[in-house]
């Protein structure tokens, strides 16, 4: 590797620490990249150069004077929009927030700039993370780095193409349903939900408050650990925040497979699966047994229910959590208003893209009297079923393995008018959220099209560590983390949409 915007976040900060490059040197290297390609890919919506400049600067003077310097000294970081950042615009990608910037810092970001990293910018997404692919955003589709003519998944389509196209060495994103793990196994990079109540939520802008999590998306399973040991503590400000204390996620890494119990769920290598997937799975599942592990079939019978109950869960939230957008509390404001009921209409018509609407409508429908015990108090039950289903199977197996998404990245516009289509492409990442489990989706091979395939490993309640260990084996006995779309791939392609 000659460049630094290629290297990982560890090897950024192992370099700066022993002082063969400073940090603005890394920076820097990353700012030119991002400079050249975020035109074409379209990662960033806001990039903070001066800010990141500064902020390496400090960090090589703290250096200099010989300061004990944190997690991830250096390491020049994407976070995605949707994370308040003080000072900093917050868009979700929303026209209705297009001016917004918060007054104060996610827990996420005061951990990450506690522990020395140094923050490039926002990434874009669907608008407010409804959405799998980025063309939702208010200000236009990331393009995949490996095929700027496909989208790169979402809704943190923009983290995962900054860490494909070295745009920055981490990137934080968050997951609802699979936006982490899915644009991430289309862009081939590692993406982590972790166990819910892991990582605080205070400062993620809400879409469904009981599935969201945020959680890293980095080049390879050590990054994702480094991560999230930095982000993972218990945060009183979260009331949903776990005060389970954090192991070090890194630590305990290690390559022998030798006694963990893999468990291939049938139900995800079913009807709609690509063939090119489902051979690289399976050969990640052969790979495991010659690591030493154990590969058992078993089922998850209420799958089938997964993407139903979701859409229903995830809405009602969606449309409650939305309500505080009306031009008073937050948000864009219409100018053309004669009363209190036009000023609220009118500035959620002018500042919500179609699909936000979609959600708020559906939400609303499923919350509403009368059909309130047919919709969510029923997802509700059924979600209970899933948590069964997952409980039960953590009995007979460590982690289970399957596909992140049942197909490589998709054209941009090809599923962008088929909303259930759209919808189907996070089957294998809602049940996750649902249950409340980790998820890791990391790069197990290239199709015939030259586009990466991403596997998940999903693990019981707060085996977040256990995932990651698994994770990390299969790393590195192989080596598709460290493939990179060909230089030629990251140009504007006149097929792309
Ligand atoms: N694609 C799913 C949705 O549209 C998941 C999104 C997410 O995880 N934020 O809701």
Not at 30 to 57: C, F, M, Q, W
Not at 440 to 462: E, K, R
Not at 464 to 481: C, I, N, P, S
């Amino acid at each position: 590797m000659s460049e630094l915007y290629e290297l990982s976040g560890h090897e950024v900060r192992s370099r700066i620490l022993r002082r063969e490059v400073s940090a603005e040197e890394v920076t820097r290297s990353l700012l030119e990249r991002i400079s050249k390609l975020n035109p074409i890919i379209h990662a960033y919506v806001t990039v903070d150069a001066e800010g990141a400049v500064a902020r390496a600067k400090e960090i090589d003077s703290r250096i200099a004077d010989g300061e004990k310097m944190g997690e991830l000294c250096g390491i020049p970081i994407a976070v995605k929009d949707n994370i308040c950042t003080l000072g900093m615009p917050t868009t979700c990608s929303s026209r209705i927030l297009e001016n917004f910037s918060p007054p104060y810092e996610a827990t996420v970001v005061e951990a990450i700039l506690e522990a020395d990293a140094v923050i490039l910018g926002k990434t874009n997404l669907d608008e407010f993370a409804m959405g799998s692919s980025t063309e939702n955003s208010a200000f236009g589709t990331t393009r995949n780095p490996w095929d700027t003519s496909r989208i790169p998944g979402g809704s943190s389509g923009g983290s995962a193409a900054a860490i494909a196209a070295d745009l920055a060495s981490m990137a934080l994103g968050s997951d609802t349903g699979g936006s982490i793990r899915q644009p991430a196994a289309l862009c081939g990079v590692v993406g982590l939900k972790p166990t819910y109540g892991r990582v605080s939520r205070y400062g993620l802008v809400a879409f469904g408050s009981s599935l969201d999590q945020i959680g890293p998306i980095t080049k390879d399973v050590f990054d994702a650990g480094l991560l999230l040991n930095v982000i993972a503590r218990h945060d009183p400000k979260d009331s949903t925040s776990a005060p389970e204390p954090t192991p070090n996620y890194v630590a305990g890494l290690k390559t022998d497979m030798t006694g963990v119990k893999i468990g291939l769920p049938s139900e995800y290598f079913g009807e709609g699966l690509s063939e090119d997937v489902e051979s690289a799975v399976r050969a990640a599942a052969a790979k495991y047994e010659e690591l030493g592990a154990e590969i058992v079939d078993i089922s998850l019978p209420h799958t089938e229910y997964a993407v139903a109950t979701y859409y229903i869960i995830a809405t009602a939230e969606a449309c409650s959590n939305l309500s505080r957008y009306d031009g008073v509390h937050y948000g864009h404001r219409t100018e053309r208003k004669s009363d209190i009921i036009e000023l609220y209409s009118r500035s959620r018509a002018e500042g919500f893209g179609p699909e936000v609407k979609r959600r708020i409508m559906l939400g609303t429908h499923a919350l509403s009297a009368g059909y309130y015990d047919a919709y969510y108090l029923k997802a509700a039950q059924v979600r209970a079923l899933f948590r069964r289903d997952f409980d039960e199977a953590f009995e007979e197996v460590d982690v289970m393995l399957c596909p992140t998404s049942p197909t490589p990245a998709f054209k941009i516009g090809e599923k962008a008018s088929d909303p259930l289509a759209m919808y189907l492409s996070d089957i294998y990442t809602i049940s996750a959220n649902l249950a409340g489990i980790p998820g890791i989706s990391m790069p197990c091979g290239i199709s015939p099209d030259g586009l990466p395939i991403g596997m998940q490993l999903m693990a019981g309640t707060f085996d977040d560590e256990k995932l990651l260990r698994v994770a990390y084996a299969y790393e590195q006995a192989t080596d598709h983390h460290l493939k990179r779309p060909a230089p030629d791939a990251l140009q504007d392609r006149k097929d792309a949409g």
